[in-house]
């Protein structure tokens, strides 16, 4: 089992990035996936995860509006794009995959637990200038 995540760079704010988290070893559509981030000096947070059985979407607030993900089965990959950035959104990013109380974590709607994550991709970071 291995996640990849890639896709980070510099970018200057407003601008796009967008992330991938390519899986081996399993299917990634049989999983919740989260994407995390974790800016420096601070505690790594769930940014979006998005359920597997019912296609339920979790923001958070601060990214609500500008991030999308995004699932290509045939590439086994899930897509973070990112929008409008802020300098505020400069962090390490982390795909991880989840299974049933991640999944149910997602569609009731509730911030991620990363005790609810099995695996973890290595991480990408991104850097927005302002």
Known sequence: VQLQASGGGLVQAGGSLRLSCAAS?????DYAIGWFRQAPGKEREGVLCASSSDGSTYYADSVKGRFTISRDNAKNTVYLQMNSLKPEDTAVYYCAIGSVSADYTVRIGAPPEQWEYDHWGQG???TVSS
């Not at 070893?25 to 559509?29: A, I, K, N, V, Y």
């Open 25 to 29: 070893g399993f299917t990634l559509d």
């Open 124 to 126: 990408t970071l991104v």
